[in-house]
Nanobody, 119 residues
């Protein structure tokens, strides 16, 4: 069993910054990918940023140049630095991690943390 717990969300004014953290615990083998997604009511969950263990980091076009994803593999942590926040960044942000164990892929989600960008 693997658990992901996000923290760092909150209310921020437009133009401000926040840093989200996600801590993974449990029976972890090795995460192939860790990342962040977000969702607003009435819309599908969308990719924000992902960072594979090997390969290129991916960002949504809407956050490129403003958000930065990073990982601490030894601690099974992933972070999302968010700068120049806009009201349209308001959403519940979810941490995601995926690993392959004995040929089977497992996908894990956190419970989400609310980010609200408003004056």
């Amino acid at each position: 069993q693997v658990q992901l717990v996000e923290s760092g969300g909150g209310l921020v004014q437009p133009g401000g910054s926040l840093r989200l953290s996600c801590a993974a615990s449990g029976r972890i083998v090795s995460f192939d990918v860790m990342g962040w997604y977000r969702q607003v009511p009435g819309k599908e969950r969308e990719l924000v940023a992902t960072m594979p263990a090997i390969g290129r980091t991916q960002y949504a076009e809407s956050v490129k140049g403003r958000f930065t994803i990073s990982r601490e593999n030894g601690k099974n942590m992933v972070y999302l630095g968010m700068n120049i926040l806009k009201p349209e960044d308001t959403a519940v942000y979810y941490c995601n991690a995926a690993e392959r164990v004995y040929g089977r892929e497992y996908n894990y989600w956190g419970q989400g943390t609310q980010v609200t960008v408003s004056s």
